[in-house]
């Protein structure tokens, strides 16, 4: 088994922490790792942005990588925890599957899309990674591995789903594919000029199901919060169609960009340019780009410079969206940081017993913010403004939130043993 104390950091590249990284490849291994360690928490492919996958010891998922069984006629996938979506893609795509709910990137594994439990473009529709979840093998503190799912062991399923790795290490996950006839989307854009007629863009176009809205955060009086709302649904098979999972090919930012190059007035271009492009559009767009865009730009999270950056993502209920959204607008506006990227997406109801998965009913809204000396200031005033509107963070992508705002006690469920820095910082602050 690999080990390794290594700096190692998120996809934000901050915080940064030493760690001794256990690289197991077989259970017996994890089993080894769990009883050497007095604490330690998994890491998969460390696409969250903050401090989740961080710890002085940490459990590397990434050899645990093998697809274990695939039903090509039923559609069902078991898989080792550090398989990572893409591998999925590649062998489901051609026999005609795709995930029912999948995050805006491939190169995450599928515990980490447990632990976290994704959400994708179409949450109205489908809800969450946990929905399609039909069982996982989980190790707990004792060594002993425990088979979860909607009727065994029901409430470690449930903690675990969106636990963010604190009930245990998963193992191993069976999960439920959709079938596709075509690997092409229809894509339709949607300019909206102001926020009012950005989230009225979202209900009145409801029936489609994919939806997300980038909104320019930095527009101001009668743009204030305009944006664009990019729909989707899955194409019906042309004539001859062989299914393949094509990926975009891209390139890589091959260094660490100089902290100025995101400034105010390069991102009002760049919002600029993505509004005008956004006029009412309808094309057809291959899957790969239009799920996962980003993954075009090899380790785009340089362009953000050394210091890093964080992602701060809320979700308002629906009653508060409107003011909460236009107050957060309007607290980054006081400031001096600038957010580069945001993205707006529309969430249906959270199932009850979904007691960790982050979407609500209404929006939410995930912001890239440079790391400047400010920026934690900034965090605290939209947290407060977020506490304000009943709201609450995405734990996976934060770095730097008050405790409270995940409206998650760990004290309530989890293992002493199972521990990150963010669960560290969740413990020493007030319970909610
Ligand atoms: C460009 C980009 C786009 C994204 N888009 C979305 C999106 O649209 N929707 C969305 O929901 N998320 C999105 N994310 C966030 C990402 O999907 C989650 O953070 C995901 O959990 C990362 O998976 P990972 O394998 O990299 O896990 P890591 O980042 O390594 O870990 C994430 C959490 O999962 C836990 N964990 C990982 N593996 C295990 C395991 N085997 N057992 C127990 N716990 C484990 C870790 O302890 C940690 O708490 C995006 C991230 C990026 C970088």
Redesign the pocket.
């Known amino acids: 088994m690999r080990q390794e104390k290594i700096q190692v950091a998120?996809?934000g590249n901050f915080p940064v922490m030493d760690a001794l990284v256990y690289t197991p490849g077989s259970t017996d291994e994890c089993l080894q790792v769990v009883q050497t360690c007095d604490t330690l928490?998994?890491?998969?492919?460390?696409?969250?942005?903050g401090d989740?996958?961080l710890s002085s010891h940490l459990?590397s998922?990434l050899s645990?990588n093998n697809i274990l069984h695939f039903d090509a006629a039923q559609g069902i996938i078991d898989c080792e925890?550090?398989v990572?979506l893409a591998d999925v893609l590649r062998i489901a795509v051609p026999k005609g599957w795709f995930f029912h709910v999948?995050?805006?990137?491939k190169?995450?594994?599928?515990?980490?899309?447990?632990?976290?439990?994704?959400?994708?473009?179409n949450h109205p529709v489908k809800g969450?990674?946990s929905n399609f979840l039909l069982s996982f093998q989980?190790m707990r503190a004792d060594g002993s591995v425990v088979t979860c799912s909607k009727a065994e062991n029901s409430d470690l399923f449930w903690q675990?789903c969106g636990?963010?790795?604190?009930?245990?290490?998963?193992?191993s996950a069976r999960f439920q594919l959709m079938r596709i006839s075509s690997t092409t989307m229809r894509q339709r854009t949607v300019r909206a000029d102001t926020l009012d007629a950005l989230l009225r863009a979202f209900e009145e176009h409801r029936g489609w199901t994919y939806g997300a809205g980038w909104l320019d955060a930095l527009a101001s009086g009668s743009s204030f919060g305009r944006g664009v709302l990019y729909l989707a649904e899955h194409e019906e098979a042309q004539v001859g169609e062989v299914l393949q999972f094509e990926e975009q090919t891209g390139y890589s930012i091959p260094f660490y960009a100089p902290s100025w190059l995101l400034n105010p007035l390069s991102i009002r271009a760049h919002n600029a340019m993505l509004f005008s492009k956004g006029n009412s559009v309808e094309g057809t767009v291959g899957m790969d780009r239009y799920f996962y865009p980003?993954?075009k730009i090899g380790q785009?999270?340089r362009l953000y410079g050394r210091r890093g950056f964080v992602q701060y993502q809320f979700c308002l209920p629906e009653n508060h969206a409107f003011d909460g959204l236009k107050s957060i607008l309007e607290t980054i506006k006081k400031s001096s940081d600038t957010p580069f990227l945001s993205?707006l997406?529309r969430h249906g109801e959270r199932p009850a017993e979904a007691i960790h998965s982050?979407p609500e009913k209404g929006y939410s809204l995930?912001l890239d913010f440079p790391r400047t000396r400010t920026v934690e200031g900034l965090v605290n005033r939209l947290d407060e403004v977020v506490w304000q509107h009943d709201g609450k963070i995405?734990?996976?992508?934060d770095a730097l939130s008050a405790p409270r705002m995940g409206r998650v006690n760990p004290r309530d469920f989890g293992e002493a043993k199972?521990f990150?820095s963010?669960k560290g910082r969740l413990l020493a602050g007030p319970p909610d």
């Not at 999948?102 to 990137?105: A, D, K, N, S, V």
């Not at 636990?163 to 193992?171: D, R, S, Y």
């Not at 995405?394 to 992508?397: E, F, I, R, V």
């Open positions: 998120n996809w928490i998994a890491r998969g492919n460390g696409k969250c942005y989740a996958a459990l998922t645990l925890a550090g990572l999948t995050p805006g990137i190169n995450i594994t599928v515990g980490g899309a447990v632990a976290s439990d994704v959400h994708g473009k969450c990674f989980l675990t636990g963010m790795g604190w009930t245990g290490i998963i193992l980003l993954d785009w999270n993205v997406k982050f995930a995405y734990l996976t992508k199972f990150s963010l």
